[in-house]
């Protein structure tokens, strides 16, 4: 789509003191609930907003809903906020492409579409059908397409789907010769995919919740795989494996591709994971565990023969490549291939019967070929600094490999291993120019002397004058890594002077294992220090001021947000905690949350567990009294992730807490979960009322 001419925006004072003088807030009723933690009462006045599917709490989304929606009718430039966004999303994404059985598959979206297709050809030039296309599958793209698996054959292809955001997969299968969807259905299946053996293939899933209405907050226990049969219903499934000593953890299996070998990998306790081997040759062999110690992680890469190469951290914070074999599978017995470097090593890959290693240097990738015994032999030349990724098979002659930036869209390449040549296969079309815009790292010192790099974005031209809006993003948590990664949706922003920042907080994994250690449990007060140093940076050095600072971030950045709201007020104008985990004395209560204890710990673990937890947790301390930041809380209806208890009770406690006249608002959707899958529709349209909402109670307008 090309525009006729790049619509340029304008900051002006908007009078928004008008709408938020207006807002009455619904009357939220509090109960009398109080806990006791160690001898410590903590009262829970609005408890019952945890049962989301009451009809009082379903009255209170639904007051919160028309308050919230008022507000934003009024925003006089929301509509044309949307209409930007719409014309920048406008463009045709691509994927990188893959093969499989002697045919290539890619996924496209023309534009506007709310779910990627698809596709499938003979040739890499050649005509493109369609394979799958979610967006048939629901009128307004809320069924979402979570994994595509072909079976080693290549007879089948099995996919799973989620409805609304839900972290509850469905899994179907087609028959690829002819595109008939099949009569196999699975249900309640979760963190699951599907692994072939044979004409079937296993799969990971809960009981069907008990009660109606529990689907979507009560706890998950008891994950077991199964193996379906093609032809069969679920009813005749196999349970292959169930472990009800330990009923909070997660179950998962892999199959080689010459179907030799089977991986079990069990998780939810501790950072890591374990890993179980067994061969498939035998017909009577059992599981043989290879690790025991779930603080590391342990990937399966690829299998030479009998030999087995796994990614992990164990033993090497920066991560290193091993060796294992089937004949001793155990850690003790690994060899090293590529030891530990001074930057963390990301993802390995074998194609073309070479190793693809990707690093992470300072939160940007670099990416070297190595032959299968971990001799460097090169340097893949990328464009810039941002972020690769690599797609291609262990016997296949083609790789192919996605490059994108702050600045720049994923552009896919096909990759001749051996030259070091890359060639430009699909680059994006789009109607903006990406020159007008730079990205630069800096690095600032944290409260505590830490060095903390992050990436600021921005027009060429900008003036350091402390009066340019800023949007501060971060995460920190779960060994996650922000990398360099381009967004049409910054773009209104940006082009009106605007700029973006993103921190690679403590709790992250772009220093490895020790980064990571450093901001969880009992030291994750250093994430929220980070994040609040790097505000003063941006302020001290005059990229912005107070009144024109917002803070996003969602699910771990939901928490970081509400925490640094909490602690810091009169640091920043706009406040966007997105999904995010808000009550830390209950959150392991709820579908998943006991997987998050070993970054965060639980208010059961200790009395000094309890006391760090309670003296950081948005929700318990919100002040009576007290001038917050002007806050927009978001969350969905079928949020099974973070469920929307956390947000409810937050927006709650803050709108009866908060003084002065700037909004407290919570946008809660419906038909949408924790953000994966969501359609692109959903999505400008979140967009569009976060921006305006921030740019609104910045005192300007778009």
């Known amino acids: 789509m090309k525009l006729k001419a790049i619509i340029l925006l304008a900051f002006v004072v908007a009078p928004s003191e ?87 598959y890619i996924y496209r979206n023309n ?107 009560g706890i998950n226990k008891g994950h077991k795989i199964y193996y379906h049969k093609i032809g069969t219903p679920q009813s005749e499934d196999v349970l292959f494996y169930h472990n009800p000593a330990y009923p909070k953890r997660f179950y998962s299996i892999t199959v080689n591709e010459e179907e030799t070998m089977a991986f079990l990998t069990e998780s939810g306790e501790g950072a890591g994971n374990n890993l179980y081997v067994r061969s498939l040759k035998q017909a009577d062999s059992q599981f043989i565990q290879m690790t025991s110690d779930m603080n590391y992680y342990y990937y399966p890469i690829e299998n030479i023969g009998s030999q087995i190469m796994i990614m992990t951290n164990y033993g090497a914070p920066r991560c290193r490549l091993m060796s294992a074999s089937l004949a001793s599978p155990g850690v003790d017995s690994w060899l090293e291939i590529v030891p530990e470097s001074e930057n963390v090593l990301e993802s390995a890959d074998v194609i073309g019967n070479r190793l693809l290693l990707t690093y992470s240097k300072d939160a940007s990738s670099h990416a070297y070929v ?82 903390v790099p992050m990436s600021i974005t921005y027009k060429k031209g900008m003036k350091l004058n402390g009066r340019n809006p800023v949007y501060l993003y971060g995460y920190g948590g779960f060994n996650i890594s922000l990398s360099p990664r381009f967004s049409s949706l910054r773009i209104p922003f940006l082009e009106s002077g605007g700029i973006y920042a993103e921190v690679n907080l403590r709790g992250g994994g772009e220093y490895g294992e020790e980064w990571h250690q450093a901001g969880t449990k009992m030291q994750k007060q250093n994430v929220f220090d980070d994040f609040i140093a790097a505000a003063e940076y941006l302020i001290n050095h005059k990229y912005t001021g107070p009144e024109r600072l917002a803070i996003v971030g969602g699910s771990n950045g939901g928490l970081l947000v509400g925490a640094c709201m909490t602690q810091r007020p009169e640091l920043f104008r706009v406040a966007v905690p997105e999904v995010g985990v808000m009550d830390m004395l209950r959150y392991h209560k709820f579908t998943i949350g006991w997987n998050w204890a070993s970054d965060y710990g639980t208010s059961e673990d200790s009395k000094e567990m309890f006391e760090y937890l309670y003296k950081y947790s948005p929700l318990h301390n919100l002040r009576p009294g007290t001038t917050y930041p002007a806050t927009l809380v978001t969350t969905a209806d079928h949020d099974d992730r973070v469920v929307p208890a956390h947000s409810f009770k937050f927006a709650a406690t803050l709108q009866e807490c908060h003084t002065g006249t700037s909004p407290v608002l919570i946008r809660i959707d419906t038909k949408a979960g924790h953000g994966g899958g969501k359609p692109l529709a959903k999505v400008l349209e979140e967009q569009a009322d976060i921006y305006s909402f921030i740019l609104y109670n910045m005192g300007l307008k778009y």
């Open 18 to 104: 008008k709408i938020m003088a207006q807002i009455e807030y619904p009357n939220t009723v509090k109960c009398d609930v109080v806990d006791e933690y160690f001898g410590t009462k903590v009262s829970d006045p609005y408890r019952w907003l945890e049962n989301d599917t009451s009809v009082a709490t379903m009255a209170w989304v639904k007051m919160q809903n028309e308050v919230t929606n008022a507000y934003f009718e009024k925003i006089p430039f929301r509509d044309k906020l949307l209409k930007r966004l719409r014309q920048l999303a406008d463009y045709e994404k691509i994927g990188v492409p893959f093969k499989r059985h002697g045919r290539y």
């Open 111 to 217: 534009g506007l579409q709310n779910q990627s297709v698809l596709y499938t050809m003979e040739r890499l030039d050649g005509e493109q059908s369609v394979f799958l296309d979610p967006n048939t599958l629901s009128t307004d793209g809320t069924v979402a397409l979570k994994g595509v698996y072909f079976s080693h054959n290549g007879k089948y292809a099995a996919y799973a789907i989620s409805r609304s955001g839900s972290d509850w997969e469905e899994i179907f299968v087609i028959d690829v010769s002819t595109g008939r969807l099949m009569d196999d259905h699975i249900e309640w299946a979760k963190f699951s995919g599907a692994a072939w053996h044979g004409d079937g293939f296993y799969y990971s899933a809960y009981d069907a919740p008990l009660a109606k209405g529990t689907e979507f907050s």
């Open 370 to 451: 190595c032959d299968l015994y971990g001799k460097r032999l090169h340097e893949v030349t990328l464009p810039m600094i941002g972020s690769v990724y690599f797609s291609g098979k262990k016997d296949d002659k083609e790789c192919f490999y996605g490059f994108g930036s702050y600045t720049v869209p994923t552009t896919i390449y096909s990759y001749d291993i051996e030259a070091d040549h890359s060639v430009v296969y699909a680059t994006p079309k789009l109607a903006f120019r990406l020159s007008d815009y730079i990205s630069e790292q800096i690095f600032y010192t944290s409260k505590d002397g830490t060095r």
